[in-house]
């Protein structure tokens, strides 16, 4: 355990339904990024907070997608008229903002459209 | 739990023996090389990083080999337990902090 958690583990979702996952990191850490795995891939960036700061987004993140981090401690990410090319794992990852190379992941979010 | 890594290169060791692990990195200018371990239903978990301007750093049972020249990178593990059946991600930094994973490796430890 990495001490960075999220929720919910598992869901399964109707296309066109909007899902919403929540990312507790590692309380000191004052970063928080936010990625995507598919079946035999590493994860895909998608973005990344600093306090409450979002510094970056990928172009995978289309405006479906929305991701927050309000107080800069947990963060949501959003997806709005999900579509079946968003199943996939989606990962949380927190760091200190000094040591960004040692990333500490959650156990991620699995995400199912049917 | 659910399986990681489908259609992955496969190493397959026994246990006791050494494990070497290799990776090819895209861009020159990263900072921070990294190999993280994932274990089927698991996030991935880090295990260790060398910065750009080293080749050689040793952990636990681990050391990872940075070339710079071919622009690659290894992971070495010593005396591969059972344990160590995973699969692994090398990752690269640089910039904008965010990591760029490269292709995962499947390890398979029999006995």
């Known amino acids: 355990d990495t001490g960075v958690s999220q929720d919910p583990r598992h869901k399964i979702t109707k296309r066109g339904q909007n899902v919403t996952f929540r990312c507790d990191p590692i309380s000191e850490h004052n970063r928080l990024y936010w990625y995507r795995q598919t079946l035999g891939q590493g994860p895909e960036f998608l973005t990344y907070?600093?306090?409450?700061?979002?510094?970056?987004k990928s172009r995978l993140l289309s405006d479906r997608f929305s991701a927050e981090r309000p107080k800069g401690s947990f963060s949501t990410l959003e997806i709005q008229r999900t579509e079946q090319g968003d199943s996939a794992m989606y990962l949380c990852a927190s760091s200190h903002g000094g040591r960004s190379n040692e990333q500490y992941f959650g156990p991620g979010t699995r995400l199912t459209v049917t | 739990g659910e399986s990681v890594g489908l259609h992955l290169p496969t190493l397959s060791v026994q246990e006791g023996d050494n494990s070497i692990i290799n990776c090819a990195y895209s861009?020159?200018?990263?900072?921070?090389f990294i190999w993280y371990k994932q274990e089927s239903g698991k996030g991935p978990q880090f295990i260790i990083d060398i910065r750009s301007n080293m080749d050689k750093r040793q952990g636990q049972r681990v050391t990872v080999l940075l070339n710079k020249t071919v622009k690659h990178l290894s992971l070495q593990i010593a005396a591969t337990q059972p344990g160590d059946s995973a699969v692994y991600f090398c990752?690269?930094?640089?910039?904008?902090?965010?990591?760029?994973f490269g292709t995962g490796t499947r390890l398979q430890v029999f006995p």
């Open positions: 861009n020159s200018a990263s900072d921070y």
């Open positions: 990752a690269e930094i640089y910039n904008t902090d965010k990591l760029i």
């Open positions: 907070f600093q306090n409450e700061a979002q510094l970056e």
